[in-house]
């Protein structure tokens, strides 16, 4: 019998971390994605805020596993799976076939039945996200330059974020310190300093996975930075000038959306129990019914433990991905499918320039010793010595200097 | 009477030449550009194969000019002059009056009357440009790994770049050494390493401005690289798989034009003669003729010292920006024009890792040192000391490790 062919789909965490445990082993694997990178996400949010560059926290797929001999990674995207015949259908018209498959596609933003709010709320999911975030945030203050009307000089410079996770935070603080310190003495025309940063979050509180410490904290550090802070609010629409909040309306020129999470549209294909956003009900082994040779993990599957959904975080789609790949070792020399246990290693969030707040599980902090926490954690997970050499060097300049430095308009 | 308004248009070598000579001067000044940065032309190449971010080799134009109270930085597009009027008039209705003005608009690529051949031979002006073609040569390998045609692969695999100025030089040395060294472990279909790297060039000689012995020291190090040379050799037609040489058929999955260029078509409107490549007959002075107060300088200008034409390099815009700002302020105190005089400080062109040439007037030299003097003269004139600490970064860690840190395929 020739060796078993395994494909992964999906070069972010889940699908390096499935090809980690795959590798040099008597498996055949291909790891398909449609773009040639792995994106470190945790530090999308600092691309989108002109601070760093995209290559700086992107790795080539393929030269991450350039050892793994028996790993092949094609540049292609996945359309459909065509789970009976075991093949997955590229939208190029190609196909892949498989004697076991790792769905490891994660997720995009949603806007919870109004597509139409797109255009005007890009969300962060992707390195082309993040530019686009960064072309509006500074277009925004170079229109509001040339600008001779106060109110839409006002709306320009107002910056709506929505949805108080940690994604909305990061920005947000980050957004305050750019209007107030980064770019103070540049503009001979506008205050930037006096820029609006609106933090909409619809639940009761921001940071809702964190204890009540962290999040005053939290709250604490957002207010120091001016940043309004609106919570039990729910975005009623979006237009290209603003937000509506119920009867409220808010003239923002630009808006960006930190909300609502779908899975990949791919993983409805694999004809599997689906949950509201999407995600597929995978088995305790994170196989699908009726096809033990069909794993999903991460952002794409929805997996309860001990009566809470697992959050879609990096360390869920880690574990679990690797936990598929042992599966998949465990199958072919005949022994039993094994229960997924989640082992929760931490929350962290980081609010601005020397703070943050941590949730570790004997421990809760926040303030200055946080943000080094955060910062180290994140360079050392940094894929790729190079990265974090250049990443570290480049926090430091901006530290000391309080300059963003990637701060490139640059067309579409 | 109110302060003298200079209006300066381009945010290039040139335009930034000139804000510094008329910084903090009595005059009112005005740079406009439809970028908000400042790129380091030389280093262009370096973002078109991988090595360096956009951001490390550009810096944002009002950044720049921080410091410089009496400068204005604008973000629009200038459409065209009205000399009468004394009037820039901009692509989306505005207009901006000057007292004197300043234009330096620079060049882009021309296609000698084939602009259709562009889209299948990009060239390398913006920072946008290296991004496409940066595109192009990271997706003709992923496409050639897929492939399993092997004459449509040997096409994938192939790259002719046209022009053999330093630009074409650049180019191909630093393709050949990213078949050669830094993917070759990375496909398991392909042997990178195999990659055809085409130099066209339709002169006698390639680097035809560099005297014959530092020439010769060029051909030698691509010969090393394994670049196929073709001098005195005429693209006569480009389509979407490769090129044509007279009746020599040349299959190239990527193209890339280093030829012709001409100058921004804006300067055609101030009504001033142009020479063939559609730059304007400046004065001695640099002004137009018939109206004193209108300037045109570096790549945007024609200009011939001792019967020879002065080249479309860096050291010709900012001499001659720095010129032009000086003879308005001048001017303003009632002196007459000046002539001006080019001093050429040498010229240099790097071919690969450890490689180059350098011409300077006292001295020729190639190898390792000039390599060097290539390097920390680049590194040097960097602008801002982050981009120059980043740079040296980057370029340590390629050298060491072979490998180029920015191998980004993302979506136009």
């Given at each position: 019998m020739s060796e078993p062919h395994v494909v992964v789909l999906g070069g972010g965490f889940g699908g390096l971390s499935a090809c980690r445990v795959l590798r040099n082993t008597g498996c055949r694997v291909t790891l398909l994605d449609r773009r040639n990178h792995h994106v470190f996400q945790p530090l999308l949010y600092q691309v989108a805020t002109a601070t760093l560059s995209p290559g700086d926290i992107a790795a080539p797929i393929r030269w991450v596993l350039r050892h793994a001999r028996n790993v092949r990674v094609l540049l292609g995207e996945a359309a459909r799976v065509n789970v009976e015949a075991r093949r997955v259908e590229l939208s190029d018209g190609d196909s892949v076939e498989y004697d076991y498959l790792i769905v490891a596609t994660g997720a995009s933003h949603t806007y919870f039945g109004h597509p139409g709010w797109e255009p005007n709320a890009p969300g962060l999911k992707t390195l082309e996200d993040a530019l686009e975030i960064r072309r509006r945030v500074l277009l925004a203050f170079e229109r509001?330059?040339?600008?001779?009307?106060?109110?839409?000089?006002?709306?320009?410079?107002?910056?709506?974020?929505?949805?108080?996770?940690?994604?909305?935070?990061?920005?947000?603080?980050?957004?305050?310190?750019?209007?107030?310190?980064?770019?103070?003495?540049?503009?001979?025309?506008?205050?930037?300093?006096?820029?609006?940063?609106?933090?909409?979050?619809?639940?009761?509180?921001?940071?809702?996975?964190?204890?009540?410490?962290?999040?005053?904290?939290?709250?604490?550090?957002?207010?120091?930075?001016?940043?309004?802070?609106?919570?039990?609010?729910?975005?009623?629409?979006?237009?290209?000038?603003?937000?509506?909040?119920?009867?409220?309306?808010?003239?923002?020129?630009?808006?960006?959306?930190?909300?609502?999470?779908?899975?990949?549209?791919?993983?409805a294909t694999l004809g599997a129990p689906l949950d509201r956003a999407g995600r597929v009900h995978v088995q305790p082994d994170l196989s699908i019914p009726g096809h033990p040779e069909v794993f999903v993990v991460g952002d794409a599957a929805s997996f309860t433990q001990e009566g809470h959904p697992l959050p879609g975080v990096a360390q869920v789609a880690i574990q679990q991905a690797a936990h598929a790949a042992r599966g998949i070792l465990r199958r072919l020399k005949g022994d039993q499918p094994v229960t997924f246990v989640y082992r929760d290693l931490g929350n962290l969030a980081i609010i601005g320039r020397g703070s943050a707040i941590a949730d570790l599980p004997r421990l809760e902090f926040s303030g200055p010793l946080a943000w080094l926490f955060w910062l180290f954690l994140h360079i050392f997970k940094l894929i790729g010595f190079r990265n974090r050499l250049v990443v570290m060097l480049q926090w430091a300049l901006a530290y000391v200097t309080f300059q963003r430095s990637v701060r490139l308009i640059t067309e579409r």
């Open positions: 509001a330059e040339r600008e001779t009307d106060p109110a839409r000089r006002r709306e320009l410079l107002t910056f709506a974020l929505v949805g108080g996770g940690p994604t909305g935070v990061e920005l947000a603080g980050t957004l305050a310190e750019i209007a107030r310190q980064t770019l103070r003495d540049e503009f001979r025309s506008i205050d930037t300093s006096a820029a609006r940063i609106v933090l909409v979050e619809a639940g009761p509180t921001i940071l809702a996975t964190f204890p009540e410490k962290l999040r005053n904290a939290a709250r604490e550090a957002l207010r120091r930075l001016r940043v309004e802070v609106r919570e039990n609010t729910t975005v009623t629409d979006v237009d290209a000038h603003g937000v509506w909040l119920g009867s409220e309306r808010l003239d923002a020129g630009t808006v960006i959306w930190a909300a609502g999470v779908a899975a990949s549209p791919l993983v």
